[in-house]
């Protein structure tokens, strides 16, 4: 009634068909451990980008402030994106937020330096300006620059612009905006001196 030998579903050597079924197998489990990472990224990057827009919208940022720190956080590559998510956000963006400035169009500076301000708490301190460090935007003639105040103080301050490799323009007389609640952007003129091509020090006028 039933055959002495074994019929096999593929036809021709038997050790190939089986070789296929091993491969067959394979694929479906590789596929599915890609398909399960691939889910597993995207739900992180919602959650940290949902957490990030709570922590902004604590912070008293408005809805313009909120969206462009999403976009900001969609440029960042995947290990930036975790640290900036997490608890020493602020930390993160003091040490390197300039370094994604870059690709920000100048018309967004003043949203984007409320959104920073308001997110790291310098906003609402009661400190006169440039007394910390803060972000700021800086004039020089036509050209507008993203910077950090890295040596603080009442009198003349050290910046730190945004810049990769970019030519500056050698121009004495600036102005520096910063923000503060609830004045909100507050620019003030001053002279400056240089010190290497991405930094600068800035005195105010009297």
């Known amino acids: 009634m039933f055959p002495e030998k074994p019929v096999w579903i593929w036809k021709g050597d038997p050790q190939f068909a089986l070789l296929q079924l091993v491969l ?3 694929f ?8 399960a990472y691939l889910t597993h990224r995207i739900e992180l990057i919602r959650m940290h980008s949902k957490r990030l827009d709570r922590l902004a ?3 008293g940022c408005n809805r313009e402030e909120r969206n462009l720190l999403q976009s900001f956080y969609t440029q960042l590559d995947r290990r930036h994106r975790v640290l900036l998510a997490h608890n020493h956000a602020k930390e993160y963006l003091r040490q390197h937020l300039l370094s994604y400035t870059s690709s920000l169009d100048a018309k967004d500076f003043p949203a984007f330096l409320s959104l920073v301000s308001k997110f790291l708490g310098t906003a609402n301190d009661p400190r006169p300006l440039f007394s ?6 800086v004039q020089l003639g036509t050209k507008t620059y993203f910077a950090q105040v890295v040596d603080p103080s009442l009198g003349e301050v050290r910046l730190k612009l945004g810049l990769h490799g970019a030519a500056l323009p050698r121009a004495t007389n600036v102005q520096v905006t910063v923000f503060r609640n609830p004045k909100g952007l507050q620019t003030i003129r ?3 001196r240089w010190e290497i091509p991405t930094s600068l020090y800035f005195h105010r006028n009297s």
């Open 132 to 137: 910390l460090r803060e972000f700021a935007i």
């Open 190 to 192: 001053g002279e400056a």
């Open 28 to 35: 479906f489990y590789l596929s599915f451990r890609m398909s």
């Open 57 to 59: 919208f604590r912070a």
């Open 24 to 26: 067959l197998v394979l």
